[in-house]
């Protein structure tokens, strides 16, 4: 009987508990820290989101940007604020009723997965409505080393806050923007201004043009083969010969007469481009085919005149 007392006591105290204080014992979803209460799904998403400058929204608990569409509540969850310049790769989770197209250098492209983006580029995120065209957020991916990035003005409501260049602290009066015309080893934090969090970039600025040189081009023009000498192991080469792809040769020799347009192409990105034409011309083996020629239709000629005079002396 004791025992049974005992045991009805804790029921008796919840049920007690549930009836004057209103608390639903079923409730699992969260609750204010401080009353017990429970959180509505808007007071819970004002609790994990903080109002950004531009007006996007940062979830705290994804870490995650989001974007709202004009006149409607579809969004973009995106890893990286509206432009943004990172060195790694971006994830957009975009509402499945948002009509929107990624774009990259300006181009549409549909091959990119929005989940994850690594390709090095300016990407626009663009939705449509009613009436309604508009790019909702831009971000840029670079690689470690580039020479795509001359300035970084960092996105609104983030200042810098650290910049060194080739491991030298540099001073600076502008919190907005860091210049990035020189070429050097940039290391930056800079901070979210309304979350308190930092981001930072660590890249290598190259805005060197690649060179090389065509050995047997005068005035932009070649009476023989021409070679491309003088360039890095690390460049690569494209090579259009009267406006067709042309597959750049292992020795750098280029011997078909045509119009070329050649360009090269750094590790960094930078290009360089020249433009020079072969003229037709003889080498040795096409001299020796000429020659053979004309030996062989020289025969074929002295055979049908021989063959001529023959008929006639019978």
């Known amino acids: 009987m004791f025992a049974a007392k005992l045991l009805s006591l804790p029921v008796s105290l919840l049920m007690s508990v549930a009836s004057v204080g209103g608390v639903d014992i079923d409730y699992n979803g969260e609750v204010d820290i401080y009353s017990g209460s429970p959180v509505s799904s808007e007071e819970s998403l004002q609790q994990q989101t903080v109002t950004l400058a531009d007006g996007a929204l940062y979830n705290k608990n994804s870490h995650t940007f989001i974007y709202t569409a004009p006149d409607s509540n579809l969004t973009v969850r995106s890893t990286a604020a509206d432009g943004m310049i990172t060195t790694g790769s971006v994830s957009l989770d975009i509402d499945s009723s948002l009509t929107a197209k990624l774009y990259l250098d300006g181009e549409e492209d549909e091959d990119i997965d929005p989940k994850n983006i690594t390709k090095s580029g300016r990407y626009s995120l663009v939705v449509y409505g009613t009436d309604v065209e508009r790019q909702l957020l831009s ?115 280029l011997s078909l007469p045509g119009t070329y347009e050649l360009t090269a192409s750094d590790d960094a990105g930078n290009t360089v481009t020249e433009k020079f034409e072969i003229k037709f011309y003889l080498n040795y083996q096409g001299l020796l085919f000429g020659l053979l020629f004309l030996a062989v239709a020289a025969a074929a000629i002295g055979y049908m005149i021989w063959s001529r005079k023959k008929l006639r002396v019978r």
């Open 139 to 253: 971000f840029t991916i670079v690689s470690k080393k580039t020479g795509a990035v001359t300035s970084y003005k960092l996105p609104l409501g983030f200042d810098l806050k650290a910049l060194s260049i080739d491991n030298t602290a540099v001073a600076f009066t502008d919190v907005s923007r860091v210049d990035m015309s020189k070429d050097g080893k940039y290391s930056m934090t800079y901070r979210c201004n309304l979350t308190g969090i930092d981001y930072g970039l660590e890249v290598e600025i190259d805005h060197t043009p690649p060179s090389f040189t065509l050995d047997g081009v005068t005035d932009g023009s070649a009476r023989g083969p021409v070679t491309v000498k003088d360039y890095s192991k690390d460049d690569s080469f494209r090579v259009l010969l009267n406006g067709e792809n042309y597959k750049f040769p292992a020795d750098g020799v």
